[in-house]
């Protein structure tokens, strides 16, 4: 790997010491005050982590170590011919916190390529499930499968210092990421194509060979991946999948049992599943009005249907965003260069017109603008990759670069286990009998 992993390592080192600095100087600083609510509704907005790759900001989206989706799109490298930015830039900014030239990129797309060898035991665990076995099922034990190639373990078993943790962290990253196309595209082919396999091309870039992994040559299938893989890769690191990572590595468990766990929590129906869940809105809607292309005024009736019978309409509202998803923009954009014409790309947008004001009114909803998920089922619908199960196997490949990144520098960083306090219902009956006491 070379200078990328001497540049990470000069990096967080230089900011090692400024931590230990803020610590040492405001450590007993108080930044915020947790009300009861927040403690038994999720830790919902408690500040209580560092995640050096990406800041989610209530109105602008999510910032890659400072940069904008829009930004990312103009400043990334890209691919000989294209226009969406490539994913190893962003996976460099990340790691290293500095927009990369077209040379970084090449070089860990080549990095890549050279290490993504999957042992054959790795598919012989995929094959002992039945076929039937849902894509995350196969995906999250191909990974741990592939965890006994972990350098970190193996070195950890030796007795190797703390201050090398990172070294090792880092190498098994770069080794699981560059392996995640090959087995996600295996348990594609193996699902839904009678098992005909396609091999890597390592001539192509990250998101190119994972497009033709899956048996897909159009270029601007390519272009949807290099975005998708992008937009997909880092959310702070509070959602659960980031979270899962951060919490289970905190424990000196290797990047392959951490990213594990972060995949069985993207899994959730709360959590990776959403877009599945907008897709199929939009079918049933259009199966049950019979048409592919249903008026405004059709898609306004639907909503107020769906809002009747206690449901949300899926990919609208987000946990902190206050305005459109960027990353839902980005897609819209993309649509209307490549497949302005498709219906069901043209009823996300008449959905957007028509949603927010009527989830606006009903004065129970913080957030009535779309989200990510309210768009990328549409577009890989149109270009063939109709099976909606595999949609979080997609999304499971892009968020390791960022909450993978993110690992390197909780070890670098040398950040302790994540241990925080929990109390019961018990416990706060007291206090509050104690507290109305006081007053």
């Not at 226009?83 to 927009?99: D, K």
């Not at 193996?154 to 196309?181: C, F, Q």
């Not at 919490?247 to 959403?274: N, Q």
């Not at 199960?389 to 993110?406: E, H, I, K, M, P």
Request: charged letters at 25%; one cysteine or more; aromatic letters at 10%.
């Amino acid at each position: 790997m070379g200078y990328v992993k001497d540049l990470f390592k000069e990096k967080a080192d230089a900011q090692g010491k400024e931590i230990k600095s803020i610590i040492e100087q405001h450590g007993n600083k108080k930044i915020e005050d947790v009300t009861l609510a927040q403690v038994y509704q999720g830790m919902r907005g408690i500040t209580g982590l560092v995640t050096e790759t990406s800041l989610l900001d209530a109105n602008e989206g999510i910032r890659f170590r400072g940069f904008s989706i829009p930004e990312l799109r103009e400043k990334l490298p890209k691919a000989e011919g294209g226009s969406e930015p490539l994913p190893e830039g962003l996976f460099y900014l990340m790691l290293i916190g500095e927009v990369p030239s077209q040379e970084n990129v090449d070089h860990i797309s080549a990095t890549w390529a050279r290490r993504s060898h999957v042992p054959n035991y790795v598919f012989d665990v995929i094959e002992s499930f039945p076929v039937s076995s849902h894509p995350m099922t196969q995906f999250t034990a191909a990974v741990l499968a592939l965890q006994t190639e972990s350098k970190f373990a193996k070195a950890y078993n030796e007795g190797i210092s703390k201050k090398e943790h990172w070294s090792y962290v880092y190498e098994d990253t770069m080794t699981l990421i560059a392996r995640l196309p090959r087995v996600a595209a295996y348990i594609y082919r193996r699902k839904y194509k009678n098992g005909e396999h396609i091999q890597p091309d390592g001539m192509l870039d990250w998101s190119a060979n994972f497009a033709h992994m899956l048996g897909y040559e159009d270029e601007s299938f390519k272009e949807l991946m290099r975005l998708y893989l992008t937009i997909h890769a880092d959310h702070e690191g509070g959602n659960v999948s980031a979270h899962a990572t951060h919490l289970v590595g905190s424990a000196l468990s290797d990047p392959y049992m951490s990213f594990a766990a972060g995949m069985t929590g993207l899994a959730g129906p709360l959590h990776g599943l959403a877009n599945q869940e907008v897709i199929r809105w939009i079918e049933e809607m259009c199966a049950e009005l019979n048409t592919d292309n249903p008026t405004k005024e059709q898609i306004a009736d639907y909503i107020h249907k769906t809002l009747t019978q206690g449901k949300v309409v899926p990919g609208y509202g987000h946990a902190v965003l206050r305005k459109t998803d960027p990353r839902f923009t980005a897609q819209m954009e993309f649509a209307k260069r490549h497949c302005p014409e498709n219906p069901t790309v043209q009823t996300v947008w008449n959905v957007y017109e028509v949603a927010p004001p009527i989830l606006e009114a009903t004065g129970k909803i913080k957030n009535p603008w779309p989200n990510v998920d309210a768009h990328s089922g549409a577009l890989l619908k149109h270009y063939g990759l109709i099976e909606e199960d595999f949609y979080t196997v997609l999304f499971g490949v892009s968020r390791a670069l960022g909450v993978l990144a993110s690992l390197c520098w909780d070890r670098a960083l040398g950040f302790p286990i994540e241990r925080p306090k929990s109390i019961t219902t018990e416990w706060v009956k007291k206090f509050l009998a104690k507290s109305e006491t006081v007053a």
